[in-house]
T-cell receptor, first 111, second 116 residues
């Protein structure tokens, strides 16, 4: 059965303390991997789409990378406004292309 | 508006009551999704529309859940005889294109349903 696992479930950082969030997947035929940010009481906000191993995308303090088994969301010198839940979703070929989400990583950045 | 709009934002229903949740997708978007998100969980797929056609409803948890998109734009998710386990955020999302590899999917703010 296809599965998306995000770790850690929760992460607390000090402002400026860089770290990485992990999204591992066990799917047959990855067609796309998405990262979203979700603030409390809001809907998920699109960040990145990655398609193939070795691909990287950056936006401000965030960089997403992809291997054949997992994706990392690197956060460089985070600020308190980066506090949110980060969701990963995968799209699989040979099926309906409906994105399947992980449970998310809750990030808190302390000033 | 520019984004996906959902209403009501908050709904408290008594157990056994029927509810209807509305979604206005981004104008011109072909694909429309409904997801259910329980507290502390990731979104779980409910159903997918391509224009007015409901192509996938495999995620609807029971026959009390029904969704429609009669004119290929606005969609309504209806829950009959609500139960406490239906309490969740119901997220609507839309995408410009037919569902395929790498579509960017845009979410609304969600409808928060509490069944008491």
């Amino acid at each position: 059965e296809d599965q998306v696992t995000q770790s850690p479930e929760a992460l607390r950082l000090q402002e400026g303390e860089s770290s990485s969030l992990n999204c591992s997947y066990t799917v047959s035929g990855l067609r796309g991997l998405f990262w979203y940010r979700q603030d409390p009481g809001k809907g998920p906000e699109f960040l990145f789409t990655l398609y193939s191993a070795g691909e990287e995308k950056e936006k401000e303090r965030l960089k997403a990378t992809l291997t054949k088994k997992e994706s990392f969301l690197h956060i460089t010198a985070p600020k308190p406004e980066d506090s949110a839940t980060y969701l990963c979703a995968v799209q699989v070929s040979g099926g309906s292309y409906i994105p399947t989400f992980g449970r998310g990583t809750s990030l808190i950045v302390h000033p | 508006g520019a984004g996906v709009s959902q209403s009501p934002r908050y709904k408290v229903a008594k157990r056994g009551q029927d509810v209807a949740l509305r979604c206005d997708p981004i104008s011109g978007h072909v694909s429309l999704f409904w997801y259910q998100q329980a507290l502390g969980q990731g979104p779980e797929f409910l159903t997918y529309f391509q224009n007015e056609a409901q192509l996938d409803k495999s995620g609807l948890p029971s026959d009390r859940f029904f969704a429609e998109r009669p004119e290929g734009s606005v969609s309504t998710l209806k829950i009959q005889r609500t139960q406490q386990e239906d309490s969740a955020v119901y997220l609507c999302a839309s995408s410009l294109e037919l569902l395929s590899s790498g579509n960017t999917i845009y979410f609304g703010e969600g409808s928060w349903l509490t069944v008491v």
